[in-house]
């Protein structure tokens, strides 16, 4: 659909998103996010800083919601994560999808998994309808 392709596009070129390299991919209702990890990402203690795993989440749960509506953005209302286990190489990958959409707010909840698969972190996000459109100028 090319309401998801836009808003893969719109994601790449978001200036924070040159830092990270994450990758994007939106379904209906869901949406996958990519990071690789790299040693400048890690904390003290030799393993990726917890906002990694807040952005994956954020990132992924946004888009599913923002899959849902075309033409104006979603904003995050409430982000909750669950950090399980830590992660230090590979990539880690947010999977999400919307689990409740009603008129005030739609609902996602976002897991977090490893390179080998392993479920590191779990997120639960709500989400508003904004009137800021999407545009051009926001790459979309």
């Given at each position: 659909m090319e309401h998801f392709r836009k808003l893969e596009r719109m994601y790449a070129a978001a200036p924070v998103n040159g830092w990270f390299a994450p990758t994007l991919t939106v379904g209906q209702g869901e949406a996958e996010v990519r990071i690789p990890l790299r040693p400048d990402f890690h904390h003290s203690a030799g393993a990726?800083?917890?906002t990694l795993y807040f952005k994956a989440m954020d990132d992924a749960a946004f888009f599913a919601a923002n899959s849902l509506v075309e033409g104006f953005f979603v904003l995050t209302a409430k982000f909750e994560l669950e950090l399980?286990?830590?992660v230090s190489s590979g990539e880690i990958c947010a999977k999400a999808r919307v689990v409740n959409e009603d008129e005030r707010r739609i609902t996602c909840e976002a897991k977090l998994?490893?390179?080998?698969g392993q479920l590191i972190g779990k997120g639960h996000g709500e989400f508003a309808r904004s009137k800021m459109p999407l545009t051009p100028e926001v790459h979309y």
């Open positions: 990726a800083h917890g399980l286990r830590p998994f490893d390179s080998e």
